[in-house]
């Protein structure tokens, strides 16, 4: 049994790399076009605006249905069933940026909320997993959000280096252009010893 302390403690922790990480998601449209942040950039569809979309959704139902506490937040793609379909990946014309940026903000803010209020050992339960997992707990569900909120958060890093050159949040303190050229070129010359004639 952990400790209430220690709990506290791994909450902190956690929700501190989330919050991480959900800078790091958000960054990614710095600076970009409605377009660029909208369009699909790799053959499955992924786009910067639609993974922000996808992580509000990710979080006010994990951190807060799934544990009791349902947020006043209406999500139209989860009324209408239309999620099923991945209506969550991808901006409507209608979805405006500062729409969907700011449904993300207040997710986090009831998520933290259920964290600090319920604390990571408190039961809590997933009607859309199979019947074996469904009950859970909080902490469980912390991490599994950390989990997908810091993978999407990387996948946007690498949308946005296709965009502009522009990947991660310390990418010029490496180097200048020529740099990472130089670095690029390295890296190539490795992987060409391998290229079958």
């Not at 501190?16 to 449209?29: D, N, S």
């Not at 349902?70 to 979805?95: F, H, K, R, Y």
């Not at 809590?124 to 959000?145: C, I, M």
Request: charged share 25%; aromatic share 8%.
């Amino acid at each position: 049994m952990v400790s209430k302390t220690s709990s506290a403690g791994m909450a902190s922790d956690l929700l501190r790399y989330l919050q991480e990480a959900r800078e790091t998601v958000l960054r990614g449209l710095d600076g970009l076009d409605e377009y660029d942040a909208r369009r699909p950039l790799t053959p499955s569809g992924s786009n910067i605006l639609g993974l922000v979309k996808h992580l509000a959704g990710i979080e006010i139902g994990y951190l807060g249905d799934c544990v009791g506490r349902p947020s006043p937040i209406c999500l139209p793609w989860v009324e209408d069933g239309s999620i099923w379909d991945d209506a969550d990946m991808w901006a409507t014309p209608e979805q405006s940026r500062d729409y969907l940026t700011g449904l993300y903000r207040q997710a986090w803010e009831h998520s933290d909320t259920s964290i600090t209020q319920l604390g990571l050992e408190t039961p809590a339960h997933v009607a859309w997993w199979a019947p074996d997992r469904r009950d859970t707990t909080v902490g469980h569900l912390l991490v599994r959000v950390v989990a997908e909120t810091a993978q999407h958060a990387g996948h946007i890093d690498i949308l946005r280096e296709s965009i502009d050159g522009q990947g991660g949040r310390n990418h010029d303190e490496y180097g200048s252009q020529g740099y990472w050229a130089g670095y690029v070129a390295r890296i190539q010359a490795a992987a060409d010893t391998y290229r079958s004639s």
